[in-house]
């Protein structure tokens, strides 16, 4: 007699996976298979197309309950092959168990690691404002990889208590005499319209690069007032683009888009253009993160399809993809460090993730009714997370004691778009339907703000914080202080 290895119980439709050889109910196996994707036992990949039908004696009827035999039978004794099976599946079951207790001590590890580098203590597990789980993902990243990730976490780690912003640096005092500098008009389509996304050339301050709702990838410079490339290839909307510049490689354009793909492209020095070098095509769901990690060798992606995926620039090969989270992803941002992935849900939880093992170190909850997080900004010195707690007002999480620091109401009638910290972290900026704002971090005083912008998508500091980029309609608009 077959047991299905979903209900315990004899199945009525019995399959045998042809990959682990387990017996399941059909009904059983094909909704976890819809749900999951893989082997509920082993947690291999698992397709319909993998199972096999058992053909049972049509002469043999399913066995009677207890309750309908005549009279009372003691249970027969287990095969050998029953209990050979029995201690194979309790021995595996304990192997599971035993990697699942390490990852999440990595996790736990890894966030108080990034506590304890910046002076202070983990902070309690029993807070009103953070929800510890027993819960990871069942993969980790190859060795070689996590030996990067470790390097550099050590490395920046180390320097953060020493670090202060470059000379010249903007001031708050700086920022508030900020004044309109320059309006970059028609860049895009105009149907449809609109930006969602801009990134900033730190080799050459003058270019940047913008995703559009036309999906067109454009890199402008702003000091010739010229397109320098038109990049297609998205059939949708591209939510985020990035740059990755590295001594000794060449520039990396990158963009992630509502179509489910993320596209790569490469400086060429020959021709000077921008090439094709990879089309990723993991998720399954509209792409809502893409973060270059402080190694410079990864890129990180999130989607609506409730995961997240690393790549690496070698060779642009996935060398991660998260398990199914219970909700869909919906932003995404690594912390300075590289050892932590903060991600925003639907529910308005933003989750905690160790980047090495995928494992869920911590969940930030922040009070009221639930909303979508779209934003996330790690201060660079990395003390505090930047989010929004409702639509309309922005939260600094202590990462040393995992509460928030202070909430800042924008009025009732403001939706936050984007969030960001400036470089020196002594300032961070909002932008909305109703302009960009500018905020002052420990006396949250409002330095400054912008309405004209009206409905600001993206938000950057640039040229040592002295100008604030943002998107809005067709337009880049710029900052600054007066010359």
Same mark, same amino acid.
């Not at 149907?191 to 036309?214: W, Y």
């Not at 849900?345 to 979508?372: N, W």
């Not at 960001?420 to 330095?447: C, I, M, P, Q, T």
């Given at each position: ?307 997240? +995926?690393? *790549?690496? %620039? &070698?060779?642009?090969?996935?060398? !991660? =993809?998260?398990?199914?989270? @219970?909700? #869909? ?42 909303? +979508?997080? *779209?934003? %996330? &900004?790690?201060?660079?010195?990395? !003390? =505090?997370?930047?989010?929004? @707690?409702? #639509? ?92």
């Amino acid at each position: 007699m077959f047991f299905c290895g979903i209900s315990g119980e004899p199945p009525q439709d019995p399959v045998v996976s042809a990959k682990s050889g387990h017996v399941y109910d059909r009904r059983l196996i094909l909704k976890y298979i819809n749900d999951n994707g893989t082997d509920p036992l082993t947690g291999e990949k698992l397709e319909e197309s993998d199972l096999l039908a058992i053909k049972a004696n049509p002469k043999a009827a399913p066995p009677r309950p207890p309750t309908a035999t005549s009279y009372p039978r003691p249970p027969p004794y287990p095969s050998k092959r029953e209990l050979s099976y029995a201690l194979y599946a309790q021995d595996a079951a304990s192997r599971v168990v035993a990697r699942l207790i390490r990852e999440r001590d990595a996790a736990r590890e890894a966030l108080a690691n990034v506590q304890a580098s910046m002076g202070i203590s983990p902070a309690p597990t029993n807070g009103p404002d953070v929800e510890m789980t027993e819960e990871t993902p069942p993969a980790a990243l190859p060795k070689h990889v996590v030996d990067q990730i470790e390097e550099t976490q050590h490395s920046l780690s180390a320097t953060r208590k020493k670090r202060k912003a470059p000379a010249g640096y903007a001031t708050a005092v700086e920022v508030k005499t900020f004044v309109a500098k320059q309006t970059i008009p028609s860049l895009h389509s105009a149907s449809p319209t609109g930006m969602n996304s801009i990134a900033i050339s730190r080799a050459n301050p003058s270019q940047f690069l913008t995703g559009g709702n036309d999906k067109i990838v454009q890199l402008y410079d702003r000091s010739t007032d010229k397109v320098l490339a038109s990049l297609k290839g998205h059939t949708k909307k591209v939510n985020h683009v990035a740059f990755r510049e590295r001594d000794g490689d060449p520039t990396l354009l990158f963009s992630a888009g509502a179509d489910k793909i993320a596209k790569i492209w490469s400086h060429d020095s020959t021709s000077g253009e921008y090439l094709p070098k990879a089309t990723i095509k993991t998720h399954k769901g509209d792409l809502t993160g893409l973060v270059i990690h402080p190694t410079s060798t990864l890129v990180a992606y999130s989607s609506l399809d409730k995961t997240y +995926s690393l *790549h690496d %620039l &070698s060779d642009f090969s996935q060398v !991660y =993809h998260s398990a199914p989270a @219970d909700e #869909p992803i919906t932003s995404l941002a690594i912390h300075p460090d590289g050892a932590l992935l903060a991600l925003g849900t639907p529910s308005s939880k933003i989750q905690i993730t160790d980047v090495r093992t995928g494992a869920l170190a911590a969940t930030i909850s922040p009070e009221g009714a639930p909303f +979508s997080v *779209h934003t %996330l &900004s790690f201060s660079e010195n990395g !003390y =505090h997370l930047l989010s929004p @707690d409702s #639509p309309s007002s922005v939260a600094i999480w202590d990462l040393r004691k995992m509460t928030a620091a202070h909430s800042i109401s924008l009025g009732d009638t403001f939706k936050v778009n984007k969030v960001v910290y400036d470089y020196s972290a002594n300032f961070f900026g909002v932008a909305g339907n109703e302009g960009v704002r500018v905020f002052a971090h420990k006396s949250w005083e409002e330095l400054v703000r912008f309405e004209e912008a009206g409905d600001a998508t993206d938000l950057v500091f640039s040229n040592h914080g002295k100008e604030l980029w943002a998107t809005s309609g067709r337009e880049v608009r710029i900052w600054g202080v007066p010359e």
